[in-house]
């Protein structure tokens, strides 16, 4: 069993839709979560933390429900720039590691 | 202020030759990590340094990896002999120095190593 998982899509969508992507962790002892965001041939970079009591940034949700061990991200109105892979993100306390998700494919048609 | 830098962006070897993978992190940034992504794959840490120090070398494939961070600032990946399955992308992070909490790891673009 991976020890992130998420749905590879791709995920086509109408611009200015709304898309939600989840992901699944394994290691009970994961304390911190991310999405990064990695476009065709460049380096991930964080989108946004994700908080035990869910966060907002702009149009962006996380979520984070422990007891699941089960993170999402929705966007909102999403626009064509929105297209990437975006990847759930794990860190096991006291580690410095990241463990990476293998990435869900969004693509927004106009 | 300069990212992280990596060279060289793209390396075709042939199996069983030398290659070696340079790291520039981000100024002032202690800790140093190496990733890899093989295609189709996640991806996967290969070793953390802090400074000089080996913190973290949990994700080394084996030990045709070599990894070095001489005097805290950049580090070098060595791989040889490169076998066909060592063929990916490369990444090189970095984050500040940690006082419990959790730094951001800032990446550089990769190395995308090809092995023929």
């Known amino acids: 069993r991976k020890e992130v998982e998420q749905d590879p899509g791709p995920f086509n969508v109408p611009e200015g839709a709304t898309v939600a992507f989840n992901c699944t962790y394994s290691n009970s002892a994961s304390q911190s979560f991310f999405w990064y965001r990695q476009d065709c041939r460049k380096e991930p970079k964080l989108l946004m933390s994700v908080y035990s009591s869910g966060n907002e940034d702009g149009r962006f949700t996380a979520q984070l429900n422990r007891a699941s061990q089960y993170i999402s991200l929705l966007i909102r109105d999403s626009k064509l720039s929105d297209s990437a892979t975006y990847l759930c993100?794990?860190?096991?306390?006291?580690?410095?590691?990241?463990?990476w998700g293998a990435g869900t494919k969004l693509i927004i048609k106009p | 202020e300069a990212g992280v830098t990596q060279f060289p962006s793209h390396s075709v070897i042939e199996k069983g030759q030398t290659v070696t993978l340079r790291c520039d992190p981000i100024s002032g940034h202690d800790n140093l990590y190496w990733y890899r992504r093989v295609m189709g794959k996640e991806i996967k840490f290969l070793l953390h340094?802090?400074?000089?120090?080996?913190?973290?070398e949990s994700g080394m494939p084996n030990n045709r990896f070599l990894a070095e961070r001489t005097g805290g600032t950049y580090s070098t990946l060595k791989v040889q002999p490169a076998e066909l399955e060592d063929s990916g992308v490369y990444f090189c992070?970095?984050?500040?120095?940690?006082?419990?909490?959790?730094?951001?790891?800032?990446f550089g673009p990769g190395t995308r190593l090809t092995v023929l």
């Open positions: 992070a970095s984050s500040l120095s940690g006082t419990g909490g959790f730094s951001e790891q800032f």
């Open positions: 340094f802090v400074k000089e120090s080996k913190q973290d």
């Open positions: 993100v794990v860190n096991v306390e006291s580690n410095y590691q990241l463990i």
